[in-house]
């Protein structure tokens, strides 16, 4: 089974405009984190956002936000207040087993593709 | 530099040929991993070092790859007898051990562009 499934693939949004970029993940563990990840056509990869299993409240960041749905499984991206740089691949990203002082991989889905209209 | 370096940003090898990619992490950084991304798709993970000792190569496609880092820092992935679709970008990463301050999110260089012809 995908770890992580992002099924929509290519999305619009009008400049300043909300858009939410969807994500569910897949895990047994009770201890994991989600990761969002921005990768502009330049191809370097931008950290947005992380949400802990654990955490009680949605991860917030500027004009960044998960909805957090445990029991579903989701953690969905929205981005706030579209902007042109925006237009980019999103990646949702999720690491397991997370235990303080010990690092394991990310594991990354198939990406979004978000262009944001003038 | 503040960042993850990778070199060569573009490498194009003859089926056959060996290759080599290095990745310089951020200072201070213990864990390492190395990526695979094919164009249109997410990055696939390779290994993953912590320290000098590599705990993870799970995500090694094949024994033509291999992946060092003798002294702690600086890793170099190495790529034997190159296929065609070995042609991908292969991305480092640098975090921090997890801890109550910090997420362990990984930092990631620019990548490194392979073409096998």
């Known amino acids: 089974a995908q770890k992580i499934t992002q099924t929509q693939p290519g999305m619009f949004v009008q400049e300043k405009e909300a858009v939410t970029l969807d994500c569910t993940y897949d895990?047994?563990?009770?201890?994991?984190?989600l990761f969002w990840y921005k990768q502009p056509s330049s191809g370097e990869m931008i950290f947005l956002i992380y949400q802990g299993s654990y955490d009680q409240q949605n991860a917030t960041e500027g004009r960044y936000s998960l909805n957090f749905q445990k029991a579903r499984k989701s953690a969905n991206l929205v981005i706030s207040a579209s902007q042109l740089g925006d237009s980019a691949m999103y990646f949702c990203a999720m690491r397991e087993r997370v235990r303080s002082g010990a690092n394991s991989k990310l594991t990354f889905g198939k990406g979004i593709t978000l262009s944001v209209r003038p | 530099g503040a960042g993850v370096s990778q070199s060569p940003r573009y490498k194009v090898a003859k089926r056959g040929q060996d290759v080599a990619l290095r990745c310089d992490p951020i200072s201070g950084h213990v864990s390492l991993f190395w990526y695979q991304q094919a164009l249109g798709q997410g990055p696939e993970f390779l290994t993953y070092?912590?320290?000098?000792?590599?705990?993870?190569k799970s995500g090694l496609p094949s024994d033509r790859f291999f992946a060092e880092r003798p002294e702690g820092s600086v890793s170099t992935l190495k790529i034997q007898r190159t296929q065609q679709e070995d042609s991908a970008v292969y991305l480092c990463a640098s975090s921090q051990i997890l801890g109550q301050a910090n997420t362990g999110e990984l930092f990631f260089g620019e990548g490194s562009r392979l073409t096998v012809l």
């Open positions: 070092f912590q320290n000098e000792a590599q705990l993870d």
């Open positions: 895990t047994s563990d009770p201890s994991y984190g």
